[in-house]
């Protein structure tokens, strides 16, 4: 049943055919295993809603691409390289031609996607390339409110920290920002030998389901409290927002309103603790 999915003879052998020696800059590390490719899926779980529209960024030879379009209404594939990008329509022909149609591909950098390019996803599902996993995480889930459902590869280190908790040593930006979207949670580790070229590193997969607690034009005031947050994570909150609010004064009027106190470090506040501050204006 899953014979059109790609295995290691056959990512060499498309590898081979575009001359592609896979680059570090692009993150190119691709999944030769169809068992893992089923296991990312699943963990997805996109069949707990029909008519899904799948954003994949980076789809590469299409190994996880086919088994998205297997189980989604419709994918858009994001790829950055447009020697993927041009053959990735022939490898979806050529293995499972009866799903081609619902696939479309942009060949673009995916932080450049703008809400304009692609309609209304609701679901983000890839192995992200390394260097860019967490903007391209951010930028979509922000570009796109219709996306519902995220299932992402990442490093495994990045995997655990979008998914730590307040007052851990790894809970930092990424966790904050992540978690104002819904709740984010580790889904999965993946061990190196799954790719080729293997990594030198693990990764992890990280599911966050997208409930979207807040009004979304509340980010642009509380995103840059956390990064001044956690700029100098050593620093109380009274210091560390002191340049944020204009003054440690200031900033400590602003926690107190909020009901958060002054002399905590950043990487003690959950997500609502900082909608809060937000709210509490200056
Ligand atoms: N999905 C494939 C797989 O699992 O086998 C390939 C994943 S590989 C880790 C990352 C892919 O992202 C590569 O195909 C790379 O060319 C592409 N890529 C890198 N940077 C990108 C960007 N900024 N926008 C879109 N695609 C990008």
């Known amino acids: 049943m899953d014979n059109f999915l ?32 089923r296991m990312i899926v699943a963990a997805a779980g996109l069949e707990d809603g029909s008519g ?11 190994s996880l691409t086919l088994a998205l379009l297997d189980e989604a209404e419709k994918v858009t594939a994001v790829e950055i390289d447009p020697r993927l990008a041009k053959q990735l329509p022939e490898t979806i022909a050529q293995r499972a031609p009866h799903l081609s149609n619902k696939l479309t591909i942009i060949g673009r950098d995916a932080l450049t996607i703008t809400a304009d390019d692609i309609d209304n996803p609701t679901a983000l ?8 996993s967490v903007p391209v995480l951010l930028h979509l889930l922000e570009t796109f409110p219709t996306i519902t459902r995220v299932l992402v590869m990442v490093q495994a280190e990045v ?4 998914a730590a908790q307040p007052g851990t040593k790894i809970y930092g930006v990424p966790s904050v920002k992540a978690s104002f979207y819904g709740n984010v949670r580790k889904a999965g580790n993946i061990g190196k030998n799954v790719f080729w070229p293997a990594p030198k590193i693990d990764s992890g997969l990280v599911r966050i389901d997208c409930t979207r607690p807040y009004p979304p034009e509340l980010r642009t005031t509380v995103f840059p409290i956390v990064d001044a947050a956690f700029l100098q994570r ?45 709210q509490a204006g200056h």
Do not use: M
């Not at 590898?15 to 570090?24: E, F, G, H, I, N």
């Open 6 to 37: 790609l295995g290691p003879a056959e990512i060499r052998q498309l590898a081979d055919k575009l001359d592609v020696s896979p680059t570090k800059k692009l993150g190119q590390n691709f999944l030769h295993d169809p068992n893992t490719v």
């Open 52 to 62: 899904q529209h799948v954003i994949e960024v980076g789809p590469g030879l299409g």
């Open 125 to 132: 599902v890839a192995n992200l390339p390394y260097n860019v």
């Open 159 to 162: 995997a655990d920290r979008l």
């Open 234 to 278: 050593r620093k109380t909150l009274r210091a560390a927002l002191a340049g944020h609010y204009g003054s440690a004064a200031q900033a400590e009027h602003a926690l107190t309103t909020a009901g958060i106190d002054p002399t905590l470090r950043g990487e003690k506040l959950s997500v609502n603790d900082y909608v809060t501050l937000a």
